[in-house]
């Protein structure tokens, strides 16, 4: 057995990555603001769902998302019919969280482990995104905490 991938669906990123992610892997995704990292994530979770048949968790912890919505729509992504097949499960993490509609709420790593540890199992996910954990940071004001 090799080194199973898991596709992107973007043709040059799996042509340079043998094919895409090893399966199983943690990959982080850096770069500055506005180099497209979240439609790079959503891309990755779109292609799973809508062309390999494998859910997708695309968990949104700073933008509304309508905002998420609204550029899946540009990029032409059908994210309702996903939706509705129960095939690709977008979560506002901020409309759930208590404080969480004025975006002031932060989430540190303990709450989302445990929202995780419940969803993922009900969504049968084989694709999550966390978008992003740069949200997650401020919940921790020092290394030692």
């Known amino acids: 057995m090799g080194d199973e991938r898991a596709a992107t669906g973007i043709a040059g990123f799996d ?3 043998a094919g895409g992610f090893s399966r199983g892997t ?10 497209g990292k979240s439609l790079f994530a959503l891309h990755f979770a779109y292609h799973g769902a809508s062309d390999l048949g494998e859910p997708a968790l ?3 912890l700073e933008e509304p998302r309508a905002n998420v919505e ?11 019919a996903l939706e509705a097949r129960r095939v690709f ?5 901020g409309e759930i969280r208590p404080g969480g509609k004025d975006r002031k709420a932060v989430v540190g790593f303990d709450e989302l482990h445990d929202f995780l540890k419940t969803t993922l199992p009900k969504t049968g996910a084989k694709r999550l995104v966390v978008d992003s954990l740069s949200a997650v940071g401020p919940y921790y004001p020092t290394p030692e905490d």
Do not use: C, H
């Open 89 to 93: 499960f977008l979560i506002d993490l």
């Open 15 to 17: 042509r340079l990555a």
């Open 58 to 60: 695309y968990l949104v």
């Open 26 to 35: 943690i990959n982080l995704v850096g770069g500055p603001a506005g180099s």
């Open 70 to 80: 609204r550029v899946t729509d540009m990029f032409g992504m059908d994210l309702r």
